[in-house]
């Protein structure tokens, strides 16, 4: 398996424009969640979902984000319209539920908004 | 609420002497704790985790962790650090998988 994949891997913006952020969870897996790292904040969970339905998005900053699952193979993380403080890396992770629970992490996407 | 927390921003050791990297947890009922490593530039990989069981956990890179009831606590440990090592850690609890702050380990030649 390929593991997690997000794309892009990295991306710039300006403040204002439109940012969707994709991910690929690995096959069969029923979770995945969305975070946001920075130095100031740490890792923070934005939302989680379960066999493509959204648990908990208690941890996402405001009506600019938007989180979506289509289907068990995709999501998306929108972000409209972007602002400088939105910079950061973004990792999806995605996990089986009903084994060992270990979280498998993709690579991240670097978000630049200038 | 299940939270974790990390008391310790950043830990240094030198190469080849212990470390500890200290987590403790608030969790109603039986708790799942784990620890994570992230490298430059990566996302965070899985080292180990307590479900149920023996208090010692053995995981990856000969690290281990011990879970303490009574103390809340389920520390990192390796009996001989390597430069190698020098990463962020995270510990998390299950339910929502929420991290602790990290914890920048930095290990001297």
């Known amino acids: 398996d390929a593991g997690v994949i997000q794309s892009p891997r990295h991306e710039v913006t300006e403040m204002g424009q439109e940012v969707t952020l994709r991910c690929k969870p690995i096959s069969g897996h029923d979770y995945l969640f969305w975070y946001r790292q920075t130095m100031m904040r740490g890792l923070e969970l934005l939302i989680y979902?379960?066999?493509?339905?959204?648990?908990?998005d208690s941890g996402m900053p405001e009506d600019r984000f938007s989180a979506k699952m289509p289907n068990a193979s995709f999501s998306t993380l929108k972000i409209q319209p972007s602002e400088p403080r939105d910079s950061a890396v973004y990792f999806c992770?995605?996990?089986?539920?009903?084994?060992?629970?270990?979280?498998?992490f993709g690579s991240g996407t670097q978000l630049s908004v200038l | 609420a299940q939270s974790v927390a990390q008391p310790e921003d950043q830990v240094n050791v030198a190469e080849g002497n212990p470390l500890t990297v200290k987590c403790t947890y608030s969790?109603?009922?039986?708790?799942?704790l784990f620890w994570y490593v992230q490298y430059p530039n990566r996302g965070l990989q899985f080292l180990l985790k307590?479900?149920?069981?023996?208090?010692l956990v053995k995981g990856s890179y000969g690290f281990e962790a011990e879970f303490n009831k009574s103390q809340t606590s389920f520390h990192l440990k390796k009996p001989s650090a390597l430069v190698s090592d020098s990463a962020l850690y995270f510990c998390?609890?299950?339910?929502?998988?929420?991290f602790g702050a990290g914890t920048r380990l930095t290990v001297k030649p």
């Open positions: 969790v109603s009922g039986n708790p799942y």
């Open positions: 992770a995605s996990l089986l539920g009903s084994t060992n629970e270990k979280l498998f």
């Open positions: 979902f379960n066999n493509n339905v959204p648990i908990d």
């Open positions: 307590y479900i149920t069981g023996d208090n």
């Open positions: 998390a609890v299950r339910h929502d998988m929420r």
